[in-house]
């Protein structure tokens, strides 16, 4: 089977610098994904890594280690509207096939 | 369309009866996916469309769970005596197929409630 963890709750103060991590459990990986999850609205997609090594993307960026089964997810400059839940979510058991964490709730504070 | 459509927004269900979610996903995304999220809880995954095939039903969570979609296009999400334990956000995504490297569009959810 498949298993992903990450942390619950986080929280941090507003143009500071945040990590979430996740760690995860599976067969045949293809890749990790990160979503954001507004509450009330629809997860958004943020990031794929297929690859080692950090993928940025403005005040974004994702991390993967393979070997480590282990990636994470870097959100620079934090803003109020930052506030949310993040969800790791693993490719496994069929390329188009989404496994998802139980979610990061990320509290931004002034 | 520009986003995935999923209709109704909310339902409201007496314990026992059947319920139909719809989802309409992007025009030309062939993938379509459906998800169930419990309050506070992470995505479980619940059935996958290739098309209109569906090669992975692995989480649909009984057999009062069905699904099936037409022209490649429209999906609906049945739900046969409806049990409390159904309640929930059911999530309706589609991607173009190329993997989740291009990432998931979801629609905003259904929420339903068996009371």
């Known amino acids: 089977g498949q298993s992903l963890e990450q942390p619950s709750e986080v929280t941090a103060v507003e143009g500071a610098i945040v990590q979430i991590n996740c760690t995860y459990q599976?067969?045949?990986?293809?890749?990790l994904s990160w979503y954001q999850q507004h509450d009330g609205g629809a997860p958004t997609f943020l990031s794929y890594?297929?690859?080692?090594g950090l993928e940025e993307t403005g005040r974004f960026s994702s991390f993967l280690s393979r070997s480590d089964s282990y990636g994470y997810l870097l959100l620079q400059e934090l803003q109020m509207k930052d506030s949310a839940s993040y969800f790791c979510?693993?490719?496994?058991?069929?390329?188009?096939?989404?496994?998802f964490g139980a979610g990061t709730r990320l509290a931004v504070h002034p | 369309g520009a986003g995935v459509s999923q209709s109704p927004s909310n339902k409201v269900t007496e314990k026992g009866k059947d319920v139909e979610l719809r989802c309409d996903p992007i025009s030309g995304h062939t993938a379509l996916y459906w998800y169930r999220q419990s309050l506070g809880q992470g995505l479980e995954f619940l059935i996958y469309?290739?098309?209109?095939?569906?090669?992975?039903k692995s989480g649909l969570p009984s057999d009062r769970f069905s699904a099936e979609r037409t022209g490649g296009s429209v999906s609906t999400l049945t739900i046969q005596r409806t049990q409390q334990e159904d309640s929930a956000v059911y999530l309706c995504a589609s991607s173009s197929g190329q993997g989740a490297s291009y990432g998931y569009t979801f629609g905003s959810g259904t929420r339903l409630t068996v009371v």
């Open positions: 599976t067969s045949g990986f293809y890749g």
């Open positions: 979510a693993v490719s496994s058991g069929g390329y188009n096939k989404l496994i």
């Open positions: 890594n297929a690859l080692d």
């Open positions: 469309f290739q098309g209109n095939s569906a090669p992975d």
